[in-house]
């Protein structure tokens, strides 16, 4: 990637935040209700670890952590990735068109063109969640637990943007996307705000091999915390984080590669 190609990207995004923030009013009305929303969600795991002192084994501080980890990965998705939510639309009305006849690569494009900078309200909240979640668990943090973490929430969101990008590629097929976009995008990540061992094995096996979503965080915290659970399917899961990351991601961008051949405009 040439020197001038990665300044057109900037550029792109830079428009994309200049169009979010034009109405300051609206923006910050939409800033406020995510926080709100993110806050309410802590706030429900806090009620019922107050109520119950603990949920499958694991501490009000365990479970704050686990959060955090989902929380970090979503903000690097939520701003990076955001396009992928909408992509269904811009192949229904024909708008993708336009990313092809352009010397750029078309995904880089449609990522650029949406870019959210709302999304990075989510690294705060993980910022927060995290701190609170050091308060109440003994985690002693080493040169490599933190180059861990690092690595952690970079292939968490490997994990999460490879979902998201598999999904949009659906729309080369079937153009309309939406309900499987809800299912496995907004309403799996409910699945993540718990351990996942107070799942039935059923769906602990979906949220391993078929769906992942276990090693965005319920698999690499037991590393940071160093806990044992009966539920993992092996010990080893807990350092396969960065890998199914990597090989998700790779193969959702050759699953879109693929689909992109097969494109054919609506002529909308």
């Not at 990965?73 to 024909?94: C, T, Y």
């Not at 499987?180 to 699945?191: A, G, T």
Request: with cysteine.
């Amino acid at each position: 990637m040439s020197i001038s190609s990665i300044k057109t990207y900037f550029k792109l995004a830079l428009s994309s935040i200049q169009s979010h923030m034009e109405y300051k009013a609206s923006f910050w009305i939409y800033l406020v209700t995510l926080l709100v929303y993110y806050s309410a969600q802590a706030g429900t795991i806090f009620i019922l670890l107050s109520r119950f002192s603990s949920i499958g084994g694991w501490s009000r501080g365990e479970i704050a952590f686990l959060y955090s980890l989902l929380i970090f990965a979503q903000g690097i998705v939520a701003s990076v990735f955001s396009g992928m939510v909408e992509f269904g639309s811009l192949v229904r009305d024909g708008s993708y068109d336009r990313y092809l006849l352009r010397p750029l690569s078309p995904i880089g494009q449609v990522l650029m063109n949406h870019f959210d900078i709302t999304g990075l309200l989510h690294l705060v909240l993980g910022i927060v969640t995290f701190l609170v979640a050091n308060q109440f668990t003994n985690i002693e943090w080493t040169f490599w637990k933190v180059c861990m973490l690092f690595l952690s929430v970079f292939g968490s969101a490997m994990i999460l943007a490879g979902i998201r990008i598999a999904i949009a590629s659906i729309a080369f097929y079937a153009v309309q996307n939406y309900s499987l976009v809800h299912l496995f995008i907004f309403s799996s990540r409910e699945f993540m705000m718990y351990p996942m061992n107070i799942y039935n094995v059923s769906i602990r096996i979906l949220l391993t091999f078929l769906l992942p979503l276990g090693f965005v965080n319920f698999y690499p915290a037991h590393y940071f915390l160093a806990k044992n659970s009966e539920s993992l399917f092996h010990p080893f899961f807990i350092y396969l984080n960065f890998p199914v990351g990597f090989l998700l991601f790779f193969g959702s961008l050759f699953i879109w590669k693929k689909g992109q051949r097969r494109y054919e405009s609506t002529g909308t």
